[in-house]
């Protein structure tokens, strides 16, 4: 990062400490998220608790977590849980979901969440962050397009000296992106593949957008570590795979490369929002990627399949 970068960056923080620390109460910015889950592994070093945002600019149809694509909160309905009963016919929206289910086959993903409650919760955690060297994970859906509460929620965890990891598809602002800059110790951004075409096709997304912020992240010295997940039909070829680790050439600060291989976990989830899902339902065999990782080393990556462990 050069010197004009970090000081514009280091005022940011600073800023953005300053402001928590004058408030009177810590209830103070508002976001939907839609899971928090511990204990994870994969989300940065060490034991990660790791926080799921509602709302994509992307609607990959892989998606391992479709109930994150739309802001607001939605109802999912578990056809194995459900009795046909009928009371579900008298449901009137989000809240009366939440009580009418005898059996629970209908649940309600998305809430709103406070950034001081928020924090109240991670810190729960804090005795695994300082033993793992872990810390807490920014996921989704895509936490950039809640920005400035990820700032906010960033700086508090930042005076609090506890490591935040984010992982982001960069299909945003790059004004949303500068905003989390000073709080983020990891980034972890997908890549998926070189193609505008194929991508718009299958994510519904401008790769040109993700590639240009992911050039801003590498210009201002910012440390990335790139995941591809690996899709049938979509990128599944040395031929894919090779163009976009060519698309990483140029880039001076890239951490690593994680292999993704396709996983149907979220087949289930796509059922219960009653969107499509045509993809495979077993998962890619990790060996079906050692091509890949032979490849990307060669081209001095540091690789996983898999993510970090």
């Known amino acids: 990062m050069n010197h004009l970068s970090r000081k514009i960056y280091t005022f940011t923080i600073e800023s953005i400490l300053t402001f928590v620390r004058k408030r009177d109460t810590l209830k103070i910015m508002e976001a939907t998220i839609f899971d928090i889950q511990r204990f994870s592994l994969h989300d940065g ?25 739309k802001r607001e909160p939605q109802i999912m309905k578990d056809d194995q849980r459900c009795m046909d009963c009928g009371d579900c016919s008298a449901c009137s929206g989000i809240e009366s979901a939440r009580r009418i289910c005898p059996t629970g086959a209908l649940q309600v993903t998305g809430r709103r969440v406070n950034s001081g409650d928020l924090l109240q919760e991670l810190l729960k955690d804090e005795v695994f ?12 859906g895509e936490p950039l397009t809640q920005a400035l509460f990820c700032a906010e929620l960033g700086a508090m965890l930042k005076e609090k000296e506890i490591p935040l990891s984010l992982e982001s598809c960069l299909h945003v602002s790059w004004t949303f992106i500068e905003k989390v800059i000073p709080v983020v110790d990891e980034f972890f951004c997908d890549l998926k593949h070189s193609d505008p075409l194929l991508f718009r096709e299958q994510t519904g ?40 680790l ?55 990556h540091n690789v996983t399949i898999g993510g970090l462990i």
């Open 45 to 69: 070093s060490g034991l990660r608790t790791t926080v799921f945002f509602k709302g994509c600019p992307l609607s990959c149809l892989w998606c391992a977590n479709p109930e994150g694509q």
């Open 129 to 140: 962050f300082r033993s793992s060297g872990g810390g807490v994970c920014f996921s989704g």
């Open 205 to 244: 997304g401008d790769l040109s957008l993700i590639l240009e912020n992911l050039r801003n992240l590498d210009a201002a010295g910012v440390p990335v570590r790139i995941r591809i997940p690996v899709i049938y039909g979509f990128n599944h070829s040395e031929e894919s795979i090779r163009s976009i």
């Open 246 to 300: 060519k698309l990483l050439s140029p880039l001076k600060n890239i951490k690593g490369v994680d292999l993704m291989p396709y996983h149907p976990l979220g087949a289930g989830k796509h059922r219960s929002l009653n969107m499509p899902y045509n993809l495979p339902l077993s998962a890619m065999p990790p060996e079906e990627l050692y091509a890949y990782r032979e490849m990307a080393e060669g081209l001095d």
